[in-house]
């Protein structure tokens, strides 16, 4: 550095980091790393002039003085070289291996004056090039000390929070599209900020995990959400279950469902009360640890949910193999649901698989009436979003609570709709006796006055049947008509029009986007038909499609019935098993017991013989199976009382000559704390004689 501000040149810090170091050190070995760290150091060396020095700065990272050079296009040809050096695989335990690597720059003088400043800006800069995906160079800019600095003031406030109690719970209410009541609460949580305001869990969470705070704020949530639950219990409020999210860190403590337990425990709150939403990252860092954790949370009793499904690394196995209650469509697939094809595909296939595994559906974000009316026709158990409330304080949502809210009818999942026109046509003058020729049917009737503002009416509202003009400005009434029966194919299309383009309309009717063709102009009464038959025709279909729900209903009743049933045998031959484990260690106890034990069922007939009372009878062979009172005479009292036979619960104590010698006759009923019949008797020398 001093021979760069004496010369006018710069001096670049180069921070560079082997990414997948940890993997060979855990897959092949410690020697097999510090090999392939020897060999990445002797690639290294050509790429350092004779003004420059490359060290080890310790773990997975190398550091390289670049002296004399000009500034940042002289370092970037630099670090080009070096990642071209490391390209080639490395031969390693007869394996080949590959060097993954990212490389943090900071430059003298502009980015810091001393040798520290440099090595911690050239980090952070290692670091951000680590968090775009590794692989890459990257330089350092004020902006990243900037945010640095920013993290570190809102960890240490975050902590203050926690520890404080200066977080807070809104609560957002769920709507079931079966019934339209509210079904279940969600609890988010909130920071109010001393500076920044109110955050949303997406500004600190982040912070949080990299804090190491993740379990200590999912404590808290855990804690207040049954705090609030216990409230409102005591208000006698409806008893609706909350939902609490668990993060991927909060989901591998090994102390979770005693935290849950505990806190469920605290508030005297029984299990159901509660839902946990886990997220598939969570499952997917240890598969057999995630499956004794949610079987440890299944026998608790709480609900579990499978949250934000289909982002990310999604399995389809993960909703067969874990026993999830539910699953949450993320609402990423239900923004565009009404109007993109594909992510209406998607939402009906998770849909029909959860439903196929007895699993209950949640879509989230729901906002318009367009998106509710199509997970409505598609069998969606619940919705979450601001259609039915944004997420609330405890005051606001007690008033809820107390008023209880409800979905209007034409959104709930089987029911019939009042008849909905749509009519489009450039004209104001045919759109205006359109209506007041169709008023009298009683039509709940749209109108447009082009293709394009009829599809925009079509994704806000639930139409029956169109009726378009064909010549309009834009889009003709043919293209407008195969586009709404591509969005909307179970809408009737008809097209009335004065202008017979015949090759447009002939397609368009082959294609089945218009069910007839009517010309203009009309006569009244026969338009009136035709439009009539068109909703026959639609209401049949509708018939068939609420029978159909119907009996997929009962198809999803039934198999979350079976999975219900399939988890109780589960945990029934669970408990099986562990009882014939217990009941081998105590038989296997009683047998090395150097105490002579003798068990009776309570017929008084001999069940067990231990090794200890087979030798002081001689073996015992003949003992099994018969009747107490008769192969061993003498346990039993001079006066012919026989040892307790386990029709009560008072030990009963005696003592009787055996080979000569005189040993106490101690007989122990069972079945006082369990459901075990009959006795055990025990025998014990007697030091002196009576």
Not at 131 to 157: K, P
Request: hydrophobic share 45%.
């Amino acid at each position: 550095m001093a021979r760069a501000a004496a010369q006018g040149g710069a001096v670049a810090l180069l921070c560079l980091g082997i990414d997948n170091l940890a993997l060979v050190n855990e897959s092949l070995g410690h020697a097999a790393g510090d090999a392939l760290l020897a060999a990445i150091a002797a690639r290294l060396r050509p790429c350092i002039g004779e003004h420059d020095t490359v060290a080890r700065l310790g773990d997975n990272e190398f550091l390289a003085v670049l002296g004399r050079v000009g500034g940042s296009a002289d370092v970037a040809p630099r670090c080009r070289a070096i990642f071209a050096a490391l390209a080639p695989a490395f031969a390693l335990e007869q394996q080949q291996l590959h060097a993954h690597a990212s490389i943090g720059v900071a430059l003298y003088p502009q980015d810091g004056g001393d040798s520290a400043t440099l090595t911690r800006y050239a980090d952070l800069a290692l670091s951000r090039a680590r968090a775009d995906g590794g692989g890459q160079c990257q330089f350092f800019s004020a902006e990243m000390n900037q945010r640095t600095l920013e993290r570190i003031g809102m960890e240490a406030a975050l902590r203050l929070a926690i520890a404080g109690d200066e977080l807070q719970l809104l609560y957002q209410p769920l709507a079931d599209l079966q019934t339209g009541d509210l079904c279940s609460l969600e609890a988010l949580v909130r920071w109010q900020h001393p500076q920044q305001g109110l955050l949303s869990a997406n500004r600190f969470i982040p912070v949080a995990e990299e804090a190491g705070l993740t379990a200590a704020l999912g404590l808290w949530v855990l804690r207040r959400a049954c705090r609030d639950l216990r409230a409102w219990r005591d208000a006698e409020r409806p008893a609706v279950p909350v939902a609490i999210n668990i993060s991927p860190r909060q989901f591998h403590d090994p102390g979770l469902a005693d935290s849950v337990a505990a806190a469920l425990a605290e508030h005297g709150l029984a299990a159901g009360a509660l839902t946990l939403e886990i997220t598939e990252a969570a499952l997917l860092r240890d598969g057999a640890a995630a499956s004794v954790c949610l079987e440890r949370l299944r026998a608790l009793g709480v609900g579990l949910t499978l949250d934000d499904f289909g982002t990310g690394s999604s399995s389809l196995s993960n909703l067969k193999r874990f026993p999830f209650d539910a699953v949450k469509i993320d609402s990423a697939f239900i923004r565009d649901v009404a109007s993109d094809s594909g992510d209406a595909a998607l939402s009906k296939t998770i849909i029909s698989m959860a439903h196929n595994l007895g699993i209950k559906v949640v879509a989230e974000g729901v906002e318009t009436e367009a998106q509710c009316d199509f997970l409505r026709r598609n069998m969606c158990d619940q919705i979450q979003g601001y259609l039915f409330a944004p997420p609330l304080p405890c005051a606001e949502l007690d008033v809820l609570l107390r008023e209880p809210r409800r979905l209007p009818a034409h959104l709930l999942r089987i029911q019939r709709q009042k008849r909905s026109l749509l009519l489009v046509d450039d004209e104001q003058n045919i759109v205006a006796a359109l209506k007041r020729l169709l008023r009298r049917d009683d039509y709940q009737i749209y109108t447009a006055n082009s293709g394009q503002e009829g599809l925009d009416l079509l994704a806000q509202h639930a139409v029956d049947v169109i009726v378009s003009d064909q010549r309009m400005p834009g889009m003709i009434g043919a293209d407008f008509l195969r586009k709404a029966k591509q969005l909307y194919p179970e809408t009737i299309r008809i097209m009335l029009s004065g202008y017979t383009e015949l090759q447009s309309v002939t397609d368009a009717v082959n294609e089945g986007a218009i069910y007839k063709f009517l010309t203009k102009p009309w006569e009244d009464e026969l338009l009136r038909g035709h439009i009539a038959e068109a909703f026959r025709m639609k209401e049949i279909a509708d018939d068939n499609e609420r029978l159909n729900l119907e009996v997929r209903t009962a198809n999803h009743e039934l198999a979350s019935t079976n999975r219900r049933m399939e988890e109780l045998l589960k945990q029934k031959q669970q408990q099986i098993h562990r009882d014939e484990i217990s009941l081998s260690i105590a038989r296997e106890l009683l047998q090395h017991l150097p105490l002579p034990v003798i068990g009776m069922d309570d017929g008084g007939m001999i069940a067990f013989i231990n090794g200890a009372a087979a030798a002081l009878f001689h073996g015992g062979g003949a003992l099994l199976g018969n009747e107490a009172s008769c192969v061993l005479p003498e346990l039993f009292p001079a006066d012919g009382a026989a040892p307790h036979d386990g029709a009560g619960h008072n030990s009963h104590l005696h003592q009787a000559d055996i080979g000569g010698l005189r040993y106490a006759v101690m007989v122990y009923p069972m079945g006082e704390s369990s459901a075990s019949r009959g006795s055990l008797i025990t025998l014990s020398r007697c030091e002196v004689a009576p």
